[in-house]
C-alpha cells in the first residue's frame, strides 16, 4: 500500500471518529435539558410573578367549602344546639336512628377507647384505676343518668376534666354510636323483670357465677382498689367514687344567668 493513501485513510478514519463523538456529545447536550426540572410551577410558601400580591400561596376564595366538610348539620358535628338564653345547650336524642348495627358498633369503639377507665360496664373502675390512676366517671350515678345523650358526644369530642379528647380517635358517626352504647349500657344496668319480653328466662348474677364457677365476690359490687387516687373528698349530694346509684339523687344542673338589662336613661 502506498504510504501516501496510508495518511489519508488514517486522517479519514480520525475525522469520522471526532464526528461520531461531536454529534454524541451533542445529543446528550440536548437529553439534559432542564425544562422538565425548571417547568413553570408554584412552590408552596414562595412569591409569584403571576398575581399582583405576589404571593404563590392562594387564600381560599370567598364562599367556599371543600369537599367533605359542608357540615350543614351542626348538631351531628358538635352535639350542642343553641338554646333560647343564647348559650349551648345539649339535646337528649340522636342525629341518626339507633339500630342494632349502630349499638354494635358503638360497644365495640367502647370496648376499645373507654374501658380502660371506665371498665366494660361503665362503673369508672377500669384497669388503670387499680394501676393508680384517678377515678374515672361512673356512668351509672343519678349525675351522668340525668345527663343527655349528647352530654356524652360533646366529651368525647372535647374532653372533660382528667379525660382527654377522643376526637381523633373516633369519627363523629363513631362518637355518636358509642354515646347510644352508653345509654343502652345505662338502660342494662338498671333493667327489671318487667323490661323483659314475656317469657324471657331471668337468672340472678350470683346464680350463673355459682354455675360457672367462678371466683368468689364475681357478682358482688366493686369497691376500689388500694392503688386508686382520689384527690378531692367525695361530694354527699353525687354519691362516693364507684357507687351507683348515688344518693340522694340530685342531678344538680347550673345554667348560667342572663345578663340584666340596662338600666334606662332618666
Known amino acids: 500500500m502506498n504510504l501516501r493513501n496510508s495518511n489519508k485513510c488514517s486522517v479519514f478514519s480520525c475525522q469520522r471518529i471526532f464526528a461520531t463523538v461531536s454529534v454524541c456529545a451533542l445529543l446528550l447536550i440536548a437529553g439534559c435539558r432542564q425544562d422538565m426540572h425548571n417547568q413553570p410551577k408554584l412552590i408552596p410558601q414562595r412569591g409569584s410573578e ?17 369537599r367533605g366538610q359542608l357540615r350543614e348539620d ?3 358535628y ?3 344546639v343553641e338554646g333560647a338564653n343564647g348559650y349551648r345547650e345539649e339535646k337528649n336524642e340522636m342525629p341518626f336512628p339507633v339500630t342494632m348495627d349502630v349499638l354494635q358498633r358503638g360497644q365495640e369503639r367502647f370496648n ?8 366494660r360496664v361503665g362503673n369508672g373502675l377500669g384497669m388503670i ?10 356512668l351509672h350515678d343519678q349525675v351522668r343518668l340525668a345527663q343527655p345523650v349528647s352530654h356524652y358526644f360533646y366529651v368525647m369530642t372535647h374532653g ?5 379528647d377522643y376526637s381523633a380517635q373516633l369519627t363523629p358517626e363513631e362518637r355518636w354510636a ?26 340472678d348474677l350470683k346464680d350463673i357465677a355459682q354455675e360457672k364457677h367462678l371466683p368468689a365476690g364475681f357478682a358482688a359490687p366493686w369497691t ?17 367514687p364507684a357507687m351507683a346509684p348515688a344518693y340522694p339523687a340530685d342531678p344538680a344542673i347550673t345554667i348560667p344567668k342572663s345578663k340584666p338589662a340596662p338600666a334606662a336613661a332618666q
Not at 384527690?231 to 354527699?236: C, G
Request: aromatic letters at 8%.
Open 50 to 66: 403571576m398575581f399582583a400580591d405576589h404571593r404563590g400561596a392562594r387564600p381560599q376564595v370567598l364562599d367556599t367549602v371543600a
Open 74 to 76: 351542626s348538631y351531628f
Open 78 to 80: 358538635t352535639g350542642v
Open 112 to 119: 376499645v377507647y373507654c374501658t380502660p377507665c371506665h371498665s
Open 129 to 138: 384505676v387499680d394501676r393508680g390512676y384517678k377515678q374515672a366517671g361512673n
Open 160 to 164: 372533660y376534666g382528667g379525660m382527654p
Open 178 to 203: 358509642v354515646a347510644a352504647y352508653i345509654r343502652a349500657l345505662q338502660l342494662s344496668q338498671a333493667a327489671t323483670e318487667k323490661d323483659l319480653p314475656s317469657g324471657a328466662q331471668v337468672k
Open 224 to 240: 376500689l382498689p388500694d392503688t386508686a387516687i382520689q384527690a378531692y373528698p367525695p361530694i354527699a349530694k353525687e354519691g362516693n
